[in-house]
């Protein structure tokens, strides 16, 4: 809805409210009707393609009186939206919309490789929109409590148009960055590249920017920022063979809003991760050489400083894992 009646009885349409000038105390704009209102802000929608407009919502469309005149048919239908514990009830479906302003787009070599476009039909799944992380957090956790393996398995992430399954969303296993890494590599394989050959060839594509991901993201206690304005993380060990592992070396890519972060915890963000080709060539000669540790700087660009939410409890200082077989890209 476009309007709203105040406190005093005045309407005051959306784009004008302000909520320290007007309140909080907002009833539907028929002056016969006390159903109460809630306001939201302009926002992304539809994992940021669309951008929706301020506007007024109802708080309980059955609270409507039920002649009202200024109820719209699109608030009447909402109380017809599927939520996402029916969705899970139902096995539905489910589409989490990425509806934040992320820093640059991800390359469509990447999104070609590693993301799928959207195949549902319209009554065949539920969407919502995550506008921070912490609707992202909220949604995991309902989807895990009341839904298990299968509903995750049912949920994908959609940001521009492309979509990727829930579990490849969020990385939070070594087995994860993995995976990360291997993709990255391989996409920028499969890119055209110059016919000069050599240390000194220009590759098309210098750098792959993923879809984004969520993270946990341990910043290290002596981290600071570089003339890139990156925060340094824990490194990540992962073993390719007996002898030899791989030592990723994280950097959360920040703009101004981030320059208070606090060091040492352990924080979740949503970022696109990032790999220059350099560092992809220089990880793979040294790992064919079998050189016995190898180092890849690993890029996080951070979506705003409104994206970190430290844990409740910190976790305890890992024991160093195991070597792990297995094989690895790059």
């Known amino acids: 809805m476009k309007k709203a009646r105040l406190a005093d009885g005045q309407v005051v349409l959306a784009h004008q409210y302000k909520r320290d000038e007007h309140g909080s105390d907002l009833h539907c704009a028929d002056p016969d009707c006390g159903a109460q209102m809630g306001f939201?802000?302009?926002?992304?929608?539809h994992g940021s393609l669309a951008l929706k407009?301020?506007?007024?919502?109802?708080k309980s469309v059955k609270d409507h009186i039920h002649d009202c005149n200024a109820h719209e048919q699109l608030?009447?239908?909402a109380k017809h939206r599927k939520s996402l514990e029916q969705a899970i009830r139902e096995n539905k479906n489910i589409v989490i919309n990425l509806n934040v302003r992320l820093m640059e787009n991800f390359n469509g070599v990447a999104g070609a490789l590693v993301c799928q476009s959207s195949t549902n039909e319209v009554r065949d799944y539920v969407a919502v929109g995550a506008r921070n992380i912490e609707d992202m957090l909220d949604y995991i956790d309902t989807i895990n409590e009341k839904g298990g393996d299968a509903a995750r398995a049912r949920t994908r992430v959609n940001y521009?148009?492309?979509?990727l399954p829930l579990d490849e969303f969020v990385i939070d296993s070594k087995d994860k960055y993995r995976s990360l890494l291997n993709n990255m590599y391989l996409t920028l394989q499969s890119t055209p590249r110059q016919v000069k050959d050599g240390p000194d060839a220009i590759h098309s594509v210098q750098e792959i920017t993923d879809f984004p991901r969520l993270i946990r993201f341990s910043a290290t206690e002596g981290s600071r920022e570089g003339r890139t304005k990156a925060l340094r993380g824990t490194p990540i060990n992962i073993f390719k063979k007996p002898g030899q592992r791989i030592v990723l070396l994280q950097r959360a890519?920040?703009?101004?809003?981030?320059?208070?972060?606090?060091?040492?915890?352990?924080?979740?963000?949503?970022?696109?991760?990032?790999?220059h080709w350099h560092e992809a060539q220089r990880a793979r000669r040294e790992?064919?050489?079998?050189?016995?540790?190898?180092f890849v700087d690993m890029h996080w660009k951070v979506v705003s400083a409104t994206q970190f939410t430290p844990d409740e409890k910190p976790n305890p200082?890992?024991?160093p894992a195991a070597p792990k077989q297995g094989s690895l890209g790059i």
Request: aromatic share 6%.
């Open 253 to 275: 890519d920040t703009d101004d809003k981030f320059r208070q972060t606090l060091r040492g915890e352990v924080v979740h963000l949503i970022a696109r991760p990032s790999l």
């Open 75 to 77: 608030a009447i239908q």
């Open 53 to 58: 407009s301020a506007h007024f919502f109802s």
């Open 40 to 45: 939201r802000k302009e926002a992304l929608t």
């Open 160 to 163: 521009q148009g492309k979509t």
């Open 317 to 319: 200082k890992n024991a």
């Open 287 to 294: 790992l064919d050489e079998n050189r016995p540790v190898v």
